[in-house]
């Protein structure tokens, strides 16, 4: 009704035609006869889509919509094909009307409670176009994955950010704490600038660790090609130590032999040290965990998929509502248990026995 009048509820109309109560029908559902109230117009023009006028099927088509959204068609695709295959006529405004719908479930969804405590969140971007005021820009879907101590990994928030930076991360981290979170053992990243300073402000006792892989991937850039094997050999000696005192020997050893010719490559590792050599201080079944960010890397790859038709995103909420439904559509892949968790809970209540209730 929305799109067809033009205007919402209360608003003045353009065309003098207006909401006129309601009539009730009865629609058959697959859990039985539902007694619904249908919007009617003050000259009688408006056509009901989701429930067609006789017509019995609502969910159905919703459903399909929705579907169909979440796999990246426009809406102009969506009318076309609803239209074929369920012989019922939209229009793209009223796709829109349909779609926005869900703005509120995930604004509900975005603000519901979580777990007092976690034992590793990790945080990645996907970066979209996204058109904003006028312009084609490319912005950041920051994604927040999060493990607590029952072994229970779920998406915590997903947020556009308009530019990677402090007060970004700060509005994410506050955002977590607002809902609940009251502390985080591990901060897994890749090499965010102002990430720290963020973590400083909301969650100070977080360790923070830097993808390892990232780091490896970043430096071979600065290396020759014919020279970039042997320094990822040599690099591996590192992360691969037994201890920070080794990885250290190690990586003197490596600066000795790259930093002449390298020296912004080595430089980066030095400046990264602490943050790139924290999970050395845990046992083998931690580091496994928060060495790398390939667990959320793998979500946003699967995101990737559903989200890839869409070259460019009119706005914010638009992208909002695809990488909503997307991540609803691959729930399975990543809302579940991890491997060996005992294993890894009985090392968390040793390194952090204090900090659980």
């Known amino acids: ?174 955002g977590l704490r607002q809902r609940g979170v009251a502390d985080i053992f591990f901060l897994c990243s890749d090499n965010l600038k102002g990430l720290d300073k963020a973590m400083e402000a909301i969650c100070p006792k977080s360790i923070r660790q830097i993808c390892i892989v990232h780091q490896v991937r970043n430096s071979l850039k600065y290396f020759a090609h014919k020279e970039r094997r042997k320094m990822a050999a040599d690099i591996k000696e590192t992360y691969r130590a037994s201890n920070q005192t080794a990885a250290k020997d190690a990586f003197n050893e490596f600066k000795a032999k790259w930093h002449t010719k390298y020296a912004k490559a080595v430089e980066s590792w030095e400046k990264n040290w602490d943050n790139l050599t924290a999970f050395l201080e845990y046992p083998q079944e931690i580091r496994k965990l928060i060495y790398t960010t390939n667990i959320i890397e793998s979500f946003n790859a699967s995101l990737r998929k559903y989200t890839r038709n869409k070259k460019v995103f009119p706005n914010d909420d638009s992208a909002i509502k695809s990488i909503y439904l997307a991540a609803m559509a691959i729930k399975k892949k990543w809302h579940k248990f991890r491997f060996n968790w005992p294993q890894i809970q009985n090392q968390l209540y040793i390194h952090f026995k204090n900090r659980i209730n």
């Not at 909401?19 to 117009?41: E, F, W």
């Not at 009901?48 to 919703?62: D, I, Q, S, Y």
């Not at 719908?101 to 176009?129: F, G, N």
């Not at 084609?136 to 229970?152: E, H, R």
């Open 1 to 174: 009704m929305t799109a067809h009048l033009g205007h919402k509820k209360a608003a003045l109309s353009q065309t003098g035609n207006v909401r006129n109560a309601h009539s009730q029908k009865t629609l058959k559902t697959p859990t039985g006869d539902q007694l619904i109230s249908v919007p009617r117009d003050r000259q009688g023009s408006f056509e009901p889509v989701t429930v067609p006028k006789h017509g019995t099927m609502a969910k159905e088509l919703h459903d399909c919509i929705l579907l169909l959204y979440a796999k990246g068609m426009g809406n102009a695709d969506i009318t076309d094909f609803v239209g074929r295959t369920y012989g019922v006529e939209y229009s793209t405004s009223q796709v829109s009307v349909i779609t926005n719908s869900l703005l509120s479930d995930i604004a509900q969804w975005h603000r519901r409670p979580l777990e007092d405590v976690y034992a590793i969140v990790w945080m990645d971007a996907i970066h979209y176009k996204i058109r904003h005021e006028g312009k084609v820009i490319s912005k950041a879907c920051m994604v927040t994955l999060g493990v607590d101590l029952s072994d229970q990994q779920d998406i915590l928030s997903h947020d556009i950010v308009g530019t990677e930076k402090a007060s970004e991360w700060m509005a994410i981290l506050e």
